[in-house]
């Protein structure tokens, strides 16, 4: 369990002041030396360590050669960011830019540039994904999952990170829902054969799994889609009409469209909230397609302060 004090501190820091030192540390090494930062000290690369929590697990082969080949041209421009290594007088744990120090491997470099800091674990973890989601190569999914591992973690809003990462707080909310689709869909969207348009017009659907793998199938276009899923909808609605009850409406205002979006980003689920016109009733249906999403749901359900 995440010690309280400790999770203060790091949130007390500062989104945008974590924010500050990532930036200046995921430069594109090519940038020119006059706009890096200056490191404080070089070290031997043997006294520095990868950070055992870096929730990237995955560096590209033949990205971290081309990288390689770049610091042995030019060397490191911009320098790692370091901390003190718990437990080990005189090495350093890696905070920002495990990719150059792996790189600068490749390429034999016996020092690396670094800019020495103090950091908690908690901002460590932090800062750590907030540099995973500035990488250009991420899909959207692990975009996703990475605002989504702030907002869960650290408390963070929507508001806060459209603020502190210079994104609007709709392109966060529209990516955020694209988690309350299956891990089947997600997959496709994750592997490129989904658009993000794709996506979030089959987030409204009740059968997203067999309507994604038509899109796939036939190759639909974002419009032709939408469209699909129009139709599915109407075709799933059309028994029910007869006993819809008198006062109800059918179309949804954009408030409400817009809960809708807000609670399935939350809940990770699809949700529809169906108000009755002239009232102040109405249900919130919660839609579900695994046992683990029903169980992830009767968990935040049950679970106490």
Not at 101 to 112: D, E, N
Not at 186 to 203: E, N, V, Y
Request: some cysteine; charged content about 25%; overall charge neutral.
């Amino acid at each position: 369990m995440v010690d309280n004090s400790k999770r203060q501190r790091g949130l007390g820091r500062g989104l945008s002041a974590l924010m500050a030192d990532v930036g200046a540390s995921s430069a594109n090494p090519s940038t020119s030396a006059t706009n890096s930062s200056r490191p404080d000290r070089s070290i031997p690369i043997e006294r520095v360590f990868p950070n055992p929590d870096q929730p990237r697990r995955h560096f590209a082969e033949d990205q971290l050669q081309d990288l390689a080949n770049s610091i042995k041209t030019k060397g490191i421009i911009q320098p790692l960011i370091v901390r003190s290594r718990p437990g080990h007088e005189g090495d350093y744990e890696i905070v920002a830019g495990e990719r150059r120090w792996r790189a600068a491997q490749i390429a034999r470099l016996h020092q690396v540039p670094v800019v020495v800091r103090e950091f908690t674990d908690i901002e460590v973890l932090e800062i750590a994904i907030i540099e995973n989601i500035q990488r250009t190569d991420l899909n959207p999914v692990e975009e996703a999952m990475g605002y989504r591992q702030l907002m869960d973690r650290f408390g963070h809003t929507q508001e806060k990170l459209a603020e502190a990462l210079g994104k609007s707080r709709s392109y966060i909310a529209n990516l955020l829902r694209l988690l309350s689709l299956p891990d089947e869909v997600l997959d496709m969207l994750k592997d490129g054969q989904l658009s993000i348009g794709h996506a979030r017009a089959l987030i409204t659907s009740d059968q997203p799994i067999d309507l994604a793998r038509k899109v796939v199938a036939g190759g639909l276009s974002v419009r032709e889609t939408e469209k699909l899923v129009k139709q599915a909808a109407q075709g799933e609605s059309t028994p029910k009409a007869k006993s819809q009850q008198p006062g109800s409406s059918i179309a949804k205002d954009a408030d409400t469209l817009a809960l809708e979006g807000d609670l399935s980003a939350a809940l990770r689920l699809r949700v529809s909230v169906d108000h009755v016109a002239g009232s102040e009733s109405g249900k919130i249906t919660l839609h579900y397609t695994t046992l683990d999403q029903l169980d992830d749901l009767c968990r935040i359900l049950t679970a106490t302060n």
